[in-house]
């Protein structure tokens, strides 16, 4: 059985299962932001709930989604807003 250690968690190991689900996780991100035109703002709570609307029983937190929406955007040149949480 393949692990991978997530960065940034320092001793968590996470299964290849979970893994697989990031890819996923990281595909349905792609597909909802790539529509946003490059040097726009990409909203972390509008993303998170399209991506929540296309896979409900994605096993991704919410933190781990928001990481990968502002890797993805900044890969595509987009800003990110994080409005996840209302004040």
Same mark, same amino acid.
């Given at each position: 059985?393949?692990f991978? @250690? #997530?960065?940034?968690?320092e001793?968590?190991?996470? /299964?290849?299962a979970?893994?697989? #689900?990031?890819? %996923?996780?990281?595909?349905?991100?792609?597909? =909802?932001?790539? /529509?946003?035109p490059?040097?726009?703002?990409?909203?972390?709570? &509008? %993303? =998170?709930?399209? @991506?929540?609307?296309?896979?409900? &029983?994605?096993? @991704?937190? &919410?933190?781990?989604? @928001?990481? %990968?929406? =502002? &890797?993805?955007? %900044?890969?595509?040149?987009?800003?990110?807003?994080?409005?996840?949480r209302?004040?």
């Amino acid at each position: 059985m393949a692990f991978w @250690v #997530s960065p940034g968690w320092e001793g968590a190991i996470k /299964s290849q299962a979970v893994f697989k #689900s990031m890819s %996923t996780a990281a595909e349905l991100v792609d597909a =909802v932001i790539r /529509s946003v035109p490059i040097g726009s703002v990409v909203s972390v709570r &509008d %993303t =998170v709930a399209e @991506v929540r609307k296309a896979e409900p &029983d994605l096993p @991704v937190s &919410d933190c781990e989604l @928001v990481e %990968t929406i =502002v &890797d993805l955007a %900044t890969l595509h040149g987009q800003f990110v807003l994080f409005d996840l949480r209302k004040p």
